[in-house]
Each structure stands twice: as structure tokens, then as C-alpha cells.
């Protein structure tokens, strides 16, 4: 990663840790609703590659009322460069998981699952229409992959190993 003062300002403006961190944190909130446990931290990484991407993120809205493996099988089109686009934003993951841990707001249990304290971010939804679209698609995709509850499911529907 470059320092912060290096990048360039569209960079340092849709990837900065604090708004990752908010959507990752959405997400592991979400998955904690189903599964007290936490999520798993490879599931945590493809989070941001379905949030920040538009055309994944519009597509999972609209089909919010689906299922995550139906709507993957019927959008095929989700997953064009989708293996890129996880590998280009692992280095944003890392920084906003960071900075979590850093606030304080999340944990790493023995076996790798990670939780939020319950205190950690105002439960409501706020921001533009674009950055509260993130935040609800992350919360869905936090739910539903823990209703999954196999990561390898998760992982061969979006056509990528861990």
C-alpha cells in the first residue's frame, strides 16, 4: 500500500479505511444475526469486491428478497473479472479490518471468526444513496452467507478459490 498522502484523491476517497471498515463492519453484524459465532475472516474478503463493485451491488438490491446462491446463478454477469476485482481490493480489506481492530470494534476469535462488539457503529443507516446502498447490500451478504454456513458454497458460487 502507498502512503496515504500518495494516492490519488478518487483512491483515497472510495477506499478510505473508515468507509471499508463500515462496510465490512455491516457485514459481520449481518452474519452475527444468524450465527453468533462470527464470520468467517475469508468471507470477509469478498465482501467489499460485492459492495463497492455498482453492477454486483444493484443487482443484489433489487433482488434483496432472494437468496444469494439464486441470484449469483441467475447474474452470471456478478462475477465478470470478479477474481480481479477480490485480488485488487484485498490490500482496502486488510486496511479496513485494520482499522476496526484499531477502534476497538471487532475481534478475532481462537478459530478465525470475527465479531463486533455491540457498541461499535450506529445501528442506523446513513450517508449518500450510494454509500447507504453498500451498507444494506453488506448486511445482506452478511446474513446470507451465514445462512450458507460453508464457505466453500460461498466461494465455488463466485467462482474463486481461497
Given amino acids: 500500500m502507498k502512503r496515504w498522502d500518495l494516492r490519488p484523491i478518487e483512491i483515497r476517497n472510495l477506499f478510505n479505511p473508515a468507509f471499508c471498515g463500515l462496510v465490512l463492519f455491516r457485514a459481520l453484524r449481518g452474519y452475527e444475526e444468524e450465527d453468533q459465532r462470527g464470520m468467517p475472516f475469508s468471507l470477509s474478503l469478498v465482501v467489499l469486491p460485492l459492495c463497492l463493485h455498482r453492477e454486483a451491488r444493484e443487482t443484489l438490491a433489487q433482488a434483496n428478497r432472494s437468496y444469494f446462491l439464486k441470484i449469483v446463478s441467475a447474474n452470471p454477469q456478478m462475477l465478470v473479472d470478479f477474481s480481479k476485482r477480490s485480488t485488487d481490493l484485498l490490500p482496502f480489506a486488510f486496511e479496513a479490518l485494520g482499522f476496526l481492530m484499531q477502534l ?59
Avoid: M
Avoid at 476469535?109 to 450517508?127: A, F, H, N, Q, W
Avoid at 452467507?145 to 463466485?158: E, H, Q
Fill in 104 to 162: 476497538g470494534v471487532l475481534s478475532v476469535s481462537e478459530d478465525g471468526r470475527l465479531t463486533t462488539t455491540p457498541e461499535g457503529v450506529k445501528k442506523s443507516i446513513g450517508g449518500t444513496a450510494e454509500t447507504v446502498a453498500c451498507q444494506r447490500v453488506a448486511k445482506f451478504l452478511g446474513r446470507e452467507f451465514a445462512r450458507i454456513g460453508d464457505r466453500v458454497t460461498v466461494y465455488s458460487t463466485l467462482g474463486i478459490r481461497p
